[in-house]
């Protein structure tokens, strides 16, 4: 009877192990391309743009989290941040300004930018300001604490049309931190 179980279990291994699926590679690990140009190019913006950590008045302690050497900090708020990295060494920041747009009915609309910068102490080590969309790399030290915050959003009641106050909306900025 044990015999039998034996034959049974190595047959099960041997077909398991023999006849498993093909290992894919691509660009992306885990992504499979299909071919279609339009639904390729989807899956690779989906893929390389990660999803971001929501900074808000209420998270401003717990917000940043570099444990596994990125992580990408959305906000639509001047909520400052603070936080320390886990290991001494050179960090790659790429930031992504946002937008406020300020519009009210039958007027044209107003824009302003809102910015993203990181600081160390009173040092700006990056801002959006002068480097919007660009890689930086910044070496950061364990112990350090550390702020993110954001700038340039405008109080709409300062702003009238045809005695009307504009509503406003926010697009939010956008900053990476990797580990290199």
């Not at 093909?22 to 990660?50: C, W």
């Amino acid at each position: 009877m044990r015999i039998k179980y034996a034959f049974i279990l190595a047959i099960s291994l041997f077909l398991f192990l023999g006849c498993g699926a093909e290992k894919k590679e691509g660009l992306i690990p885990g992504v499979e391309l299909t071919g279609d140009p339009l639904y390729d190019a989807l899956l690779l913006a989906v893929a390389s743009n990660p999803p971001c950590t929501v900074l808000t008045d209420s998270n401003t302690s717990s917000a940043v989290d570099l444990s596994d050497g990125f992580d990408s900090i959305c906000s639509w708020t001047t909520a400052v941040a603070t936080f320390t990295v886990p290991s001494t060494g050179e960090y790659e920041i790429t930031g992504f300004t946002g937008r406020q747009t300020l519009s009210a009915y039958r007027c044209n609309s107003s824009y302003f930018t809102f910015h993203a910068q990181l600081n160390q102490a009173s040092t700006v080590l990056y801002t959006t300001r002068d480097s919007a969309t660009q890689t930086v790399t910044v070496n950061l030290t364990a112990g350090t604490t550390y702020s993110l915050y954001g700038s340039g959003l405008v109080n709409s009641s300062d702003y009238q049309c045809s005695g009307v106050r504009p509503s406003s909306s926010v697009s939010p900025y956008r900053m990476n931190i990797r580990k290199k």
